[in-house]
């Protein structure tokens, strides 16, 4: 099958592996991600004010461009997936939002036609664990696997609509159809402190360094993410417990692991 895929700015320069790791694991899955042409910033993070549609103009044109070519949109950064999904949802919901963004566009109207998946969500939903399961050629027998979700891939759940963000099971039951034990942690949908980092050095170290010593309390051999800034934020505080993009745990366990390019 056939799907729209948003890298994104950070997985073209920071985040190489993330997406790397997923290209590859999607073509083991039969499926072929179409990136878009001369794609936007998704905007970095979606503003609340109703008033704000100029940040949001480069997802809606993802979004236009994906409900034109007939393919669901996929993400896979947590923060891109964020906007896109929220942009998505407030062009679905408000009307005076909408106006005004398509206002701005000068063409064919948007009213949220497209559907949006996170890579999670393609696993789980469209290719099924059952069939990854079948895929895996490197079963991670032994490992146990803390599943850090963050804040941003979530919430708000009335709009992500992904899981439970207060009890999420997705990454959970993908670590188990790799043949991994998820490592069940108190802190895995906390906030690692990632936006507070210019502001408030100590306080986001403090909320790194809980997240990760509360996966370790819990037995954890790694952690794994799917949003670049917090494995940036995590590592900066991990001593001795790799933080590992999920993309490179399943890119692994279906035997197309290479070299990492970060």
Not at 198 to 211: D, H, Y
Request: charged residues 25%; aromatic residues 6%.
């Amino acid at each position: 099958m056939n799907v729209r895929y948003f890298p994104g700015c950070t997985l073209k320069t920071k985040a190489k592996d993330l997406d790397a790791y997923a290209r590859r694991s999607a073509e083991a899955l039969g499926v072929t991600l179409d990136e878009p042409k001369d794609w936007q910033c998704c905007g970095g993070m979606f503003t609340s004010a109703n008033d704000e549609v100029a940040t949001k103009l480069s997802s809606v044109r993802l979004l236009k461009d994906a409900a034109a070519s007939e393919q669901p949109l996929v993400t896979v950064c947590s923060a891109c997936h964020n906007v896109v999904k929220q942009t998505n949802h407030a062009m679905q919901t408000d009307a005076a939002f909408a106006d005004r963004v398509n206002r701005y566009l000068g063409d064919d109207a948007y009213h949220g036609e497209a559907t949006v998946y996170h890579y999670l969500e393609l696993l789980r939903d469209v290719v099924g664990y059952g069939a990854i399961k079948e895929k895996v050629v490197n079963p991670l027998k032994g490992k146990k696997i803390a599943c850090y979700y963050g804040c941003l891939l979530l919430r708000p759940g009335s709009v992500m609509r992904m899981d439970d963000p207060e009890n999420p099971s997705i990454m959970e039951d993908l670590v188990r159809a790799l043949g991994a034990e998820p490592v069940i942690f108190a802190n895995r949908n906390e906030c690692c402190g990632g936006y507070m980092t210019m502001e408030s050095p100590a306080l986001a170290q403090k909320k790194s360094e809980a997240v990760i010593r509360n996966a370790k309390a819990n037995g954890a051999d790694l952690i794994i993410t799917a949003c670049p800034l917090c494995r940036y934020n995590l590592n900066k505080q991990s001593d001795d417990l790799p933080i590992v993009y999920f993309t490179e745990l399943l890119a692994e366990a279906l035997g197309v692991k290479e070299e990492p390019h970060e």
